[in-house]
């Protein structure tokens, strides 16, 4: 089974211009979550979603970004105008809520440079 | 707020001897899992080994073992026979059964291996 696919793996991109990052979840998993991190804070959860419902973005900077999940598998993190402070590598996962199947299975990551 | 301590940002091993990896967790659930992730230079998040909290036989994983102790709220991870590609950044993380379903991740121990 395919694991959870990120794209892209590497984006440069100007200080100001919108940046969209990909996810496709595993296959029958109804839990996808979004992550960042950077060497000063660590891995940060941004937002999550159950069945593409939002269920948490309190770690989220509602200013200049936002999520969605329009169908069970695709989700998106836009940041529009980036900035600098936003370069880090974010990380999309997914799970199912088994209690005997957790945890969640991350993907590849996409390292993002804001210049 | 539940949080996840790793006191030592990094450590190092001689190739074929033990280390441990420490962990702390404050928590007022009662049932939760906990995990160990590695992280390497490709930055995949690889799952190590998990433990719940109901069970009290430590986990193990072939050369990986845990040390948990709930009431201390310690979660220590053993590397057994280190090996050159044990060498990455590993992460311990806590996760609630009921409620938000999402990992709180410790900022992490940078795992050198020496030849």
């Known amino acids: 089974d395919a694991g959870v696919i990120q794209s892209p793996r590497h984006e440069v991109t100007e200080m100001g211009q919108e940046v969209t990052l990909r996810c496709k979840p595993i296959?029958?998993?109804?839990?996808l979550f979004w992550y960042r991190q950077t060497m000063m804070q660590g891995l940060e959860l941004l937002v999550y979603f159950n069945n593409k419902a939002v269920m948490d973005d309190s770690g989220m900077p509602k200013d200049r970004f936002s999520a969605k999940m329009p169908n069970a598998s695709f989700s998106t993190l836009k940041i529009q105008p980036s900035e600098p402070r936003d370069s880090a590598v974010y990380f999309c996962?997914?799970?199912?809520?088994?209690?005997?199947?957790?945890?969640?299975?991350f993907g590849d990551g996409t390292r993002l440079s804001i210049l | 707020a539940q949080t996840v301590t790793q006191s030592q940002p990094e450590m190092s091993v001689q190739e074929a001897e033990t280390v441990t990896l420490s962990c702390t967790y404050d928590?007022?659930?009662?049932?939760?899992?906990l995990f160990w992730y590695k992280q390497p230079p490709s930055r995949q998040m690889i799952l190590v080994i998990r433990?719940?909290?109901?069970?009290?036989q430590n986990a193990t994983e072939n050369r990986f073992s845990v040390n948990f102790q709930k009431a201390a709220k310690s979660f220590s991870l053993k590397i057994s026979d280190s090996q050159l590609g044990d060498a990455a950044m590993y992460f311990c993380a806590w996760w609630v059964i009921q409620g938000a379903q999402k990992l709180v991740f410790g900022q992490g121990t940078r795992l050198t291996i020496n030849p």
């Open positions: 296959s029958g998993h109804d839990y």
């Open positions: 996962a997914s799970s199912t809520f088994d209690r005997g199947n957790q945890p969640q299975h």
């Open positions: 928590t007022s659930e009662s049932d939760y899992y």
């Open positions: 433990q719940e909290a109901y069970k009290q």
